[in-house]
């Protein structure tokens, strides 16, 4: 693809796809799944931890990490590797999402967003080319294109929003410098097929390193991402890697990689954690439930994870109870693992070409 980046399709069963992204900073094995860290840290947990948990790949947020630290003052510390000590492959959304989640605090033109910070209600402007600036400083390996995502069901904001988005991926493509850095482009179109398989032709001639999806699982049903995601299949090119940005319980990853995705994040596991709450591959526990005050058994008896390795129910509510920060790190741990492992064996039934009864074993 370039020097610094290619893709290679290992296998395909069906459209699920394995392969094996080489970016600078190491090899992304997909289908993958990548943790959150928003402000340049994944909630609760060391770069240690997340490179002993195998995470091929984290997200940081370019909206966050511009308003504060700063992108420039991340650039003079040597970039978000070295700021943040991990030495394994990065990717930087284009601060989009955020800016159009702040609902009554943006103003949306056909040049960019006027938007105020959470953080102390400054005024600050964010178009394509402020973005790419903001995410060459920050320095990640995959870097997206500033899109527009519309709400999924109104017929003639998505129409807009994707021509806009469309406009702005060629002018981030006109704009950016570095090589060493891939820019995915955006396919938008809520829950429309048409505007989706249009976005996805315009998105794929862009001839990219990478194409991202956008704009689901913002309030559509999960029948309609499934049939967004078969629309785009056959348009997309079968040898870039594809992302569905903000997607990831354990059921999306099943029934996304069986629609060709290859690339997932999602702040749910750590949130989660966050929230008392224990991810299994098909089902939640809340550790602060009274019935785990005397369980002698780990989260899940057959998760193979640290907290789970070492730690009792009984310990984790404990911890909850007592409001100690330990059960944050050894619940997001757990449900990381769960995640990370689930898009290694998805990997290996594709390798295997089994694909396919692994989703019927797993709904069952
Ligand atoms: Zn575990």
């Known amino acids: 693809m370039t020097e610094y980046f290619s893709?290679?399709?290992?296998?395909?069963?069906?459209?699920?796809?394995?392969?094996i992204f080489h970016t600078p900073h190491g090899d992304i094995y997909t289908p993958c799944f990548a943790p959150v860290g928003t402000q340049a840290t994944v909630k609760a947990v060391t770069p240690q931890q997340l490179q002993e948990l195998g995470a091929g790949l984290i997200l940081a947020n370019t909206y966050h990490l511009y308003l504060r630290p700063g992108d420039d003052l991340v650039a003079e510390m040597?970039?978000?590797h070295q700021f943040m000590s991990w030495s394994g492959p990065i990717l930087t959304d284009s601060g989009g999402f955020q800016i159009f989640s702040l609902a009554d605090n943006r103003v949306i033109d056909d040049n960019?967003?006027?938007?105020?910070?959470?953080?102390?209600?400054?005024?600050?402007r964010l178009t394509p080319e402020v973005s790419m600036s903001i995410q060459e400083n920050l320095g990640a390996d995959i870097i997206m294109a500033f899109d527009e995502c519309a709400s999924p069901y109104d017929r003639g904001y998505n129409e807009r929003a994707m021509q806009r988005t469309h406009k702005w991926a060629k002018r981030c493509v006109d704009v950016k410098t570095r090589q060493d850095q891939a820019l995915f482009g955006i396919v938008q179109g809520g829950i429309f097929l048409?505007?989706?398989q249009q976005s996805a032709e315009y998105t794929g001639a862009l001839d990219l390193?990478?194409?991202?999806?956008?704009?689901?699982?913002?309030?559509?049903?999960k029948d309609e991402m499934h049939a967004v995601l078969e629309a785009i299949d056959p348009i997309l090119p079968l040898d870039k890697p594809r992302y569905l940005m903000g997607v990831g319980t354990p059921e999306d990853l099943v029934n996304c990689v069986l629609r060709g995705v290859d690339i997932f994040d999602c702040v749910l596991p750590t949130r989660l954690a966050r929230h008392n709450a224990a991810m299994t591959e098909k089902d939640r526990l809340?550790?602060?439930?009274?019935?785990?005050?005397r369980d002698p058994r780990p989260i899940d008896e057959s998760c193979t994870c640290y907290t789970c390795r070492n730690y009792s129910r009984a310990y984790l509510r404990h911890l909850i109870v007592a409001k100690e920060m330990l059960s944050a790190t050894l619940l997001s741990i757990h449900n990381l693992h769960t995640l990370l492992q689930l898009a290694r064996d998805l990997r290996q039934a594709i390798l295997e070409k089994r694909y396919q009864s692994f989703v019927d074993e797993y709904f069952k």
């Open 7 to 19: 893709f290679e399709l290992i296998a395909q069963d069906g459209r699920a796809r394995a392969g």
């Open 78 to 80: 040597g970039g978000l």
């Open 112 to 124: 960019g967003v006027t938007f105020k910070s959470h953080i102390d209600g400054s005024t600050h």
């Open 194 to 196: 048409d505007l989706r």
């Open 209 to 221: 390193p990478g194409n991202a999806i956008g704009g689901l699982s913002v309030g559509e049903t």
């Open 286 to 293: 809340n550790l602060v439930n009274a019935t785990y005050a």
